[in-house]
Nanobody
Framework: QVQLVESGGGLVQPGGSLRLSCAAS????????IGWFRQAPGKEREGISC????????NYADSVKGRFTISRDNAKNTALLEMNSLKPEDTAVYYC???????????????WGQGTQVTVSS
């Protein structure tokens, strides 16, 4: 059974940092690119970052570029999203997703996690 489980969300003050984790099981992790998405209330889901299956290529949405960093550990079947300089507009449910292949995408994915809430507020 395919599972992607996000963790690490929570409440943080503006300017603060959080690290999200995505733990996977049920599929061949290192054959899949990993993406992070978010969805704020009343807004469409936004692809914010992705990393290729080998970890050699990454991509970021302009909204998070320079503040967020994606990484993966293929030995542990996990991916991380380091989020710094957080802003209130970063408040959303954050999801990780897996896409078969080595090309990362900010759009289409095969498997999705259930999400973790990130709230940026003073």
């Amino acid at each position: 059974q395919v599972q992607l489980v996000e963790s690490g969300g929570g409440l943080v003050q503006p300017g603060g940092s959080l690290r999200l984790s995505c733990a996977a099981s049920g599929f061949t992790w290192d054959h899949y690119a990993i993406g992070w998405f978010r969805q704020a209330p009343g807004k469409e889901r936004e692809g914010i970052s992705c990393i290729s299956s080998t970890g050699g290529s990454t991509n970021y949405a302009d909204s998070v570029k320079g503040r967020f960093t994606i990484s993966r550990d293929n030995a542990k079947n996990t991916a991380l999203l380091e989020m710094n300089s957080l802003k209130p507009e970063d408040t959303a449910v954050y999801y990780c997703a897996a896409l078969l292949g080595n090309v990362c995408s900010l759009y289409v994915y095969d498997y999705w996690g259930q999400g973790t809430q990130v709230t940026v507020s003073s």
